[in-house]
């Protein structure tokens, strides 16, 4: 296993408990929403003397950010009141909020954002035995254009626009399935192309341009391909509970490469105080290459680590976690 060192890291003010939730690389700087309901800027280089800007935002209970535009620094936010806002994090964080979404009173669990055709996707917890996809066109933002009701049947935890069509949708449910939807079809009786029984998804998202990754809330990694000439619904990688596999307790995130090359599996365990990154690579199939595992020693302590991402550029690893810090990392 290669080893990093911790290199600099922030702790968010003892006040109160806070939770670092997300991490998201934008052209000014590291993002980060955490449970105090802030969006905060920080310089990636300069952690230790805290955020740049400071944003409070208003959803009540913050749940999910997504970078709308990531050169321009232009983040999306949603939670718990059902309102989406637009944040430019070059303004100061009185400008900041440049648009809200509105139309709906649903709270709010995840989002994903495509500037190519301006579109917002947002998914729903369930309530009154409805959990749904909301799709709005930020040029027309005052109601979402589509509610997609019947897709899920469970809160939506999960939703990403395809690498290279901004047409093709992927949701993930507590219900267990992971869907691909083409959303110019408004009829829900035909919007899913293809349907994935996983278990109650985490995370999911595309690795290529037909292949998805799914982890269940209970650890289990599998990865499906859509492609015409796979047998539907099959995985076609099924590594079942991780946590077996790969020694772990959990799985905090997959990022696939942006080369199509591979990805990387974000992997901890808290009685270990350890964060590994484990490197998936596919030849003919996909396989784990543990082998060239990075490992991040003390981690975040006994606490979960929420989000983690690169700057290719720096040689850095950055973690967020449940311990209220944000932590960098580079090899020693």
């Known amino acids: 296993m290669y080893l990093l060192s911790q290199a600099d890291g922030y702790k968010y003010p003892c006040g109160e408990e806070v939770y670092v939730l997300g991490l998201i690389p934008v052209g000014v700087g590291l993002a980060a929403i955490a449970s105090d309901q802030s969006l905060s800027i920080f310089d990636p280089l300069k952690l230790s003397q805290g955020p740049l800007k400071r944003i409070q935002t208003n959803h009540g209970n913050l749940t999910s950010a997504r970078a709308y535009a990531e050169a321009d620094s232009i983040i999306c936010t949603a939670g718990e009141s059902g309102s989406a806002s637009f944040w430019d994090l070059r303004l100061g964080p009185a400008q900041a909020e440049v648009l809200q979404l509105q139309g709906n009173q649903c709270s709010?669990?995840?989002?994903?954002?495509?500037?190519?055709?301006?579109?917002?996707?947002?998914?729903?917890?369930?309530?009154?035995?409805?959990?749904?996809?909301l799709l709005w066109d930020i040029r027309?933002?005052?109601?979402?254009?589509?509610?997609?009701?019947?897709?899920?049947?469970?809160?939506?935890?999960?939703?990403?626009?395809?690498?290279?069509?901004?047409?093709?949708?992927?949701?993930?449910?507590?219900?267990?399935?992971?869907?691909?939807?083409?959303?110019?079809?408004?009829d829900e009786d035909e919007v899913v192309i293809q349907a994935f029984n996983h278990g109650s998804v985490h995370h999911a998202g595309f690795l290529t341009s037909t292949e998805v990754f799914a982890?269940?809330?209970?650890?289990?990694?599998?990865?499906?391909?859509m492609a015409e000439n796979v047998e539907k619904g099959s995985a076609i990688l099924d590594l079942g509970d991780v946590r077996q596999t790969l020694g772990c307790q959990y799985v905090?995130?997959?990022?696939?490469?942006?080369?199509?090359?591979?990805?990387?599996?974000?992997?901890?365990?808290?009685?270990?105080?350890?964060?590994?990154?484990?490197?998936?690579?596919k030849s003919d199939r996909w396989h784990l290459d543990q082998d060239s595992a990075v490992g991040l020693p003390g981690g975040h302590g006994s606490e979960l680590i929420r989000s983690f991402c690169f700057f290719d550029e720096e040689q850095v690893v950055f973690t967020a976690g449940e311990d209220g810090n944000i932590k960098s990392w580079r090899p020693s």
């Open 140 to 186: 027309s933002p005052s109601a979402p254009k589509i509610h997609y009701d019947e897709v899920h049947s469970d809160d939506v935890t999960e939703l990403r626009f395809h690498p290279t069509d901004p047409n093709i949708l992927l949701t993930g449910s507590t219900d267990g399935l992971v869907n691909v939807c083409d959303i110019r079809i408004v």
């Open 108 to 133: 709010l669990l995840s989002l994903a954002c495509s500037s190519q055709n301006n579109a917002v996707a947002a998914g729903t917890e369930l309530a009154n035995h409805q959990a749904s996809i």
């Open 252 to 281: 905090a995130n997959v990022f696939p490469k942006l080369n199509s090359a591979g990805a990387v599996i974000g992997v901890g365990s808290q009685d270990q105080e350890l964060f590994q990154l484990i490197h998936m690579s």
């Open 215 to 225: 982890v269940s809330h209970d650890e289990k990694f599998a990865i499906y391909d």
